[in-house]
Structures are given as structure tokens and as C-alpha cells.
């Protein structure tokens, strides 16, 4: 196997398998309510858990990275997942929100590690391509884990049992990459020290620099909305539009498949035309009216309907994000790429965890999802429409 080949194998498996421990507990949201008598919208303060420890360990893990490599680092992020998920397999809402600040410690990483080791081993013409293809593990992973997680879950007539296997799958991984792992991180840097300057000195460079700027606040909004649909799409789909548990996870899987053909696809796209400025335009624009038409579901729209829908909603807001880490590669100084990307997931999840927090007051305010959705679509839509008058006035 190719060296490049190798590299995405690697990344992928190791993203998929992080993304499925985030994304279990959404899958079975409305079980897991009733289970233990809470609301379904604690998964946000759930999410958010995942994303606040995840934020701050995003910019360290780019630090880390550097020293140690990318594979080293997202080795020990998986066992943090396990760990993680067996905290919230307990049941318990204190130690559950422990586990939850694992899985953050352990997802955090990720990006700024598979990002660096891509930005060694891949060309920067295939860059959009590459890297857009490595995020289509995301999708893939969530997916696999809403087609079978409830299917699972129901099969084994608890709940818990969903969380402890990915457990299990994360140290079977884990282990499963120790082969080669030097090779991939040959370009470590053993001096490099952790220190809140340089952290500072990363966040500085994110903010201050035009280019990186305008990826960042754009990578935060729509990392806010697919952070949004992840979370709250199975409950939307079983109490606002009153689908069973199954059907509902099964949407979930047809929004993560659009994710995956998505993401390679606006990837070679970008990469064709030469502008990636312009399809991220149309893909907060095509979110947004995605977000609107999902407002108007019913119990008797028909299921395709639905599907459709979801399929093409996973193809923007979940599409987009092969296009941005190609720019951040391009844009990053020479062996800071997982030092800026580290930082721009750190703003991103602040945006995304704010972004979540609204989408759970506004669904307690109103007893439905529908003008949570409104608010992420006018968003999406802004952002987009932004990046457009930007473009004309550079």
C-alpha cells in the first residue's frame, strides 16, 4: 500500500471510530430520556460536555502533535474515548458528564493530528480531494453508527450496552495502527514544548492573519450547524415529526451518506474550479434552505420525502469541511498546520457549543425543534451570502 493510501486507511479508521463515541448517545436520545426520566434535550448539555473540553484540547493537541505525531497522539485519544464511554454507560447524569469530558479530550485532537500528518504526506494541488475524502470518515462513522446503534441498542434491551461496544471498538483500533505508526510521524519536532505561549502565539496568528480569519468565522457557523444536526436530528425526526426510533436513526444514516458523497465531491469541486470561497457559498446556502423545508415536515410526509431532504442536508452541512482544512493547510505557515488548526476547532466549538445551547433554549421555550432550525438556517444562510460580498470587495 502507497504511502498516501496508507496514511488516509489510517486517519480514517482512527476519525470514524472517534466520531461514532461522540455521536452513540444522539443516536439513542429519546431511550436514554426515558431511561432516565430526563428531558431529550439534555443530549445538548450533553454535546456541549464533549465540545467545551474539546475546544481547549484541540489547541494542546496541535502543541502535542508536533512533539510526539499525529498517530501517537490520536492512539491515546482513543483509549480517553473509551474511557469516556464507559463513564456514560454508567447511567449516572455526574459521572455521565465526565465522560463526556473525555470524549472531548479525546476528539479534540483529531483533526489538528490527521491534518498535520496529511499536510506531509499529500501534494497540495490533491489537498482538496485528500482531505476532504479523510473527512468523509465523519459521515461514514455516523452513518454506521445511526443505522445500527439503535437497531443494537433495542436488540439488547439497554441502552448502555451501544456506548461499551465502540468502547471496545476504540482500543481494538487503537491497537490496530501501532504498525507503521514512525513512519507516519517522521516529521516530529522533539524540542517542541508545550507552553501558553506558543498556544497564545497560535491563537494570535488564527485571528490576525485576513485569510485564516475569514475561514475561521466561517468554519465556526457551520461547524455550529452540522454540530446541531448531529445532535438533535433523531429527536426532531421522533418527536416533531413523529418518527419511530429506528426510522428516525435511519435518517440520520441517509444524512450522514450525503456527508460522505458530499464531502469528496465539494472537494473535487473546490479543487476543479479553483474557488473554494464560492462553494463554500453555496453550501451554507444550500444548509440553510435544507434547514427551512425541514420546518414544514409532518407525520404524513411521505418517508423519500424526508430522506431526500435529509440526504441533501448532510451533503452541505455536512459537506463543507474537506474545503476549509484544504484552505487552512494552504494558508498555514510552513509546519503549523496543526498549531492553526488546532486553534480554528477550538473557536469553532465555542461558536458550536453557544450555537447548541440556543437550538436546546429555544426548543425548551417553544416545545419543538422548528424555530431552532429557522435560526441555524438564517445562519447558514448569512454566512454564505458573507463570503460572497467578501469576495467581491477583495
Request: charged share 10%; proline share 3%; hydrophobic share 55%.
Amino acid at each position: 500500500m502507497n504511502p498516501i493510501a496508507y496514511t488516509l486507511v489510517s486517519t480514517m479508521s482512527i476519525h470514524m471510530l472517534a466520531t461514532a463515541a461522540t455521536v452513540v448517545l444522539s443516536c439513542l436520545a429519546p431511550m436514554v430520556a426515558t431511561a432516565l426520566g430526563v428531558e431529550s434535550s439534555m443530549i445538548g448539555t450533553y454535546v456541549c460536555c464533549i465540545y467545551v473540553s474539546g475546544s481547549f484540547a484541540a489547541v494542546i493537541g496541535g502543541m502535542l502533535v508536533t512533539r510526539y505525531g499525529g498517530i501517537h497522539v490520536s492512539q491515546v485519544c482513543l483509549i480517553l474515548a473509551a474511557i469516556g464511554l464507559v463513564l456514560t454507560a454508567s447511567g449516572i447524569l455526574w459521572l455521565m458528564a465526565l465522560g463526556a469530558v473525555f470524549l472531548g479530550f479525546s476528539y479534540g485532537p483529531m483533526t489538528p493530528a490527521s491534518s498535520d500528518i496529511l499536510a506531509h504526506k499529500v501534494p497540495s494541488n490533491r489537498m482538496g480531494f485528500v482531505f476532504s475524502l479523510k473527512q468523509t470518515a465523519v459521515p461514514l462513522s455516523s452513518a454506521i453508527t445511526g443505522f445500527l446503534i439503535p437497531g443494537f441498542a433495542l436488540w439488547m434491551n439497554d441502552w448502555r450496552a451501544a456506548p461499551l461496544l465502540v468502547a471496545v471498538l476504540c482500543v481494538v483500533v487503537a491497537a490496530s495502527v501501532m504498525y507503521r505508526r514512525n513512519e507516519l510521524d517522521d516529521h516530529t519536532d522533539p524540542t517542541a514544548r508545550f507552553s501558553f505561549q506558543r498556544l497564545l502565539a497560535s491563537l494570535k496568528l488564527t485571528i490576525e492573519h485576513s485569510g485564516l480569519r475569514r475561514l475561521l468565522i466561517s468554519a465556526s457557523i457551520f461547524n455550529g450547524v452540522q454540530m446541531c444536526v448531529f445532535t438533535y436530528l433523531v429527536a426532531f425526526l421522533v418527536e416533531d415529526v413523529m418518527l419511530s426510533l429506528v426510522l428516525a436513526g435511519f435518517g440520520l444514516s441517509v444524512a450522514s451518506a450525503g456527508g460522505i458523497i458530499g464531502r469528496v465531491f465539494w472537494g473535487v469541486f473546490a479543487d476543479f474550479i479553483k474557488a473554494p470561497k464560492l462553494t463554500l457559498t453555496i453550501l451554507g446556502l444550500l444548509m440553510a434552505a435544507c434547514c427551512v423545508i425541514m420546518t414544514f415536515f409532518t407525520g404524513q410526509t411521505p418517508h423519500w420525502v424526508i430522506y431526500v431532504i435529509m440526504f441533501a442536508l448532510g451533503a452541505s452541512a455536512i459537506g463543507w469541511n474537506g474545503v476549509i482544512l484544504a484552505e487552512i493547510a494552504r494558508e498555514a505557515p510552513q509546519g503549523q498546520t496543526g498549531l492553526v488548526t488546532g486553534s480554528m476547532i477550538c473557536f469553532g466549538y465555542i461558536v458550536s457549543i453557544t450555537m447548541t445551547m440556543i437550538f436546546a433554549e429555544l426548543h425548551t421555550y417553544f416545545g419543538h425543534y422548528r424555530d431552532s432550525l429557522y435560526v441555524i438556517a438564517f445562519l447558514a444562510g448569512a454566512v454564505g451570502i458573507w463570503l460572497q460580498m467578501g469576495k467581491k470587495q477583495s
